[in-house]
């Protein structure tokens, strides 16, 4: 390599690092993902980067939020406002009555981060605003859960079906005043985790 191509490298790295370092402390921070809640979208171990814009935009965004009890914050899809019903008909998910648009792929075996037995599950896309998006649900029985009308706040789905502590099932709505930002791109991976072809600097939707 000659010094001339050395040194236009070096110039790129420094530009690229500068844009990327001015971007970290205005727009953009990085969120460790610390559970299988969003699966397959997002992995426990996984970090991604978050665009800082607070309040709720539009259906179907990934969100980032504090957690209602006041324990560090959660990600998850916003689905539901106050006034709407999330329900199961048939094993498919319905807010106000209305599935989402989507896909039914493949069957597999998923092993939730922290547990040891296997979950069978049917992998999917689905849209509800914005683009298209990966979820699963238990193959066996499809979605269940019982009626619940979202009173106040919003309502965070992850893309993980099955039952779990990770999102509003559990927890109840979030405040939309507490959502810090939205999730857009995967910026590293976990290593250990390969049951889906996840890759850096994966746009996440």
């Not at 965004?61 to 199961?88: E, K, M, N, Q, Y």
């Not at 599935?99 to 075996?109: E, L, V």
């Not at 296997?118 to 009626?147: K, N, T, W, Y």
């Amino acid at each position: 390599m000659t010094k001339a191509s050395l040194k236009f490298l070096l110039g790129v790295a420094v530009v690229v690092g500068a844009i990327a370092g001015v971007l970290r402390a205005f727009f953009v921070t990085p969120v460790m993902i610390s559970d299988d809640g969003m699966a397959p979208t997002l992995l426990a171990g996984e970090t991604v980067l978050m665009w800082r814009s607070p309040g709720v935009t539009e259906f179907g965004d990934l969100l980032v939020c504090r957690h209602p009890a006041g324990a560090g914050f959660v990600v998850g899809r916003f689905i539901a406002r106050p006034g709407s019903t999330i329900s199961a008909d048939r094993g498919v998910m319905r807010v106000d009555g209305h599935a989402p648009d989507r896909n039914i792929g493949r069957t597999m075996s998923f092993i939730m981060n922290g547990e040891t037995e296997p979950h069978p599950v049917i992998l999917g896309l689905e849209a509800r605003g914005g683009e298209e998006h990966e979820f699963m649900q238990d193959s066996r029985v499809g979605f269940r859960i019982r009626d619940i009308m979202v009173r106040n706040g919003i309502f965070l789905m992850g893309d993980n079906r099955l039952p779990h502590r990770f999102d509003s099932r559990t927890f109840g709505p979030v405040n939309p005043a507490t959502c810090v930002g939205h999730v857009f791109m995967r910026w590293s991976t976990n290593p250990s985790r390969i049951e889906f072809d996840h890759s850096m600097l994966d746009v996440i939707n």
